[in-house]
């Protein structure tokens, strides 16, 4: 079984920065790629970036974010840049998989979600 505790949500100005952990548990974590997705109010859930335990690989879907994980602390971080009112969302951390090159696909291990919200 794994687990993700989440932390890190609040409120931002624009143009701030806000950093996201999520902390992994279980035997099993290890083996999953972690993905951060976001859900803004109305939107559908979206991929945001992952990253590999294993050989650093990773994929971002915004330049101004960056990933990386603590081995030793079982940890995943999102750090998010130059915050914008439209990346207010709700923020989830998954565990999951990579398969066909780069195509990052979810599995049922969520985190509770965190609150993210960029004021203009």
């Known amino acids: 079984q794994i687990q993700l505790v989440q932390s890190g949500g609040g409120l931002v100005q624009a143009g701030g920065s806000h950093i996201l952990a999520c902390v992994t548990s279980?035997?099993?974590?290890?083996?999953?790629?972690m993905g951060w997705y976001r859900q803004a109010p109305g939107k559908e859930r979206e991929l945001v970036a992952w990253?590999?335990?294993?050989?650093e690989n990773t994929f971002l879907d915004e330049d101004r974010f960056a990933i990386s994980r603590d081995d030793a602390k079982g940890t995943v971080f999102l750090q998010m840049n130059e915050l914008r009112p439209e990346d207010t969302a709700m923020y989830y951390c998954?565990?999951?998989?990579?398969?066909?090159?780069?195509?990052?696909?979810?599995?049922?291990?969520w985190g509770q979600g965190t609150q993210v919200t960029v004021s203009s």
């Open positions: 990253i590999t335990w294993s050989d």
């Open positions: 279980g035997p099993d974590a290890f083996h999953k790629v």
């Open positions: 998954n565990a999951g998989r990579v398969r066909y090159g780069r195509r990052y696909f979810p599995e049922e291990y």
